[in-house]
T-cell receptor
């Protein structure tokens, strides 16, 4: 099993450009999450999904959109990138909420994005 | 408000010294707390969760509801323990969302 994979690993954008980050998981997890990691800020939740076809806003959703058309994929889009979106982006997935031992979140390797 | 606070950005100790990584939380219900670890060039992974009361790689963490703390401890630090450590809280909604602290970098010197 590959677990959680993210594409691309690195990307440099100019202000105003758009891009999509792809997250894929092969563990048949229902829940998926997008976080951003910034120095001194920890991980902050951008958007999340509790199932195919559903998405919801997290703590810092502005400037991002997401889609979950297939259970195994969770896409994060930046329509018009800004320097404030320079960060490391992590995707995570989990099986379900509430059952002991099944609520661990599994993380991808991260995408390092720089917006100039 | 639900919040997790890790007051130390960096904790530097010598090999063999005891380690305590502090975590305080704010939550009105019964909290579910976790420690995640990120080793250099590796992905974030679960280290331990309070509900299982387990010891992983020599680390333990006890939930203290009176002090609203979930400090991570290890009696004798090893160089391979050097990493970024995040304390995390499960929110109250049925979505599996985690609220992370700011993270503490543990540096174990030889």
């Amino acid at each position: 099993n590959a677990g959680v994979t993210q594409t691309p690993k690195f990307r440099v954008l100019k202000t105003g450009q758009s891009m999509t980050l792809l997250c894929a998981q092969d563990m048949n997890h229902e829940y998926m999450y997008w976080y951003r990691q910034d120095p001194g800020m920890g991980l902050r939740l951008i958007h999340y999904s509790v199932g195919e076809g559903t998405t919801a806003k997290g703590e810092v959703p502005d400037g991002y959109n997401v889609s979950r058309l297939k259970k195994q994929n969770f896409l994060l889009g930046l329509e018009s990138a800004a320097p404030s979106q320079t960060s490391v982006y992590f995707c995570a997935s989990s099986y379900s909420r509430g059952l002991a031992g099944e609520d661990e979140q599994f993380f991808g390797p991260g995408t390092r994005l720089t917006v100039l | 408000a639900q919040r997790v606070t890790q007051p130390e950005k960096l904790l530097s100790v010598f090999k063999g010294a005891p380690v305590e990584l502090k975590c305080n939380y704010s939550y009105s219900g019964s909290p579910e707390l976790f420690w995640y670890v990120q080793y250099s060039r590796q992905r974030l992974q679960l280290l331990l969760r309070h509900i299982s009361r387990e010891s992983i790689k020599g680390f333990t963490a006890d939930l203290n509801k009176g002090e609203t703390s979930f400090h991570l401890k290890k009696p004798f630090a090893q160089e391979e323990d050097s990493a970024m450590y995040y304390c995390a809280l499960h929110g109250s909604s049925n979505t599996g969302k985690l609220i992370f602290g700011q993270g503490t970098t543990l540096q174990v010197k030889p």
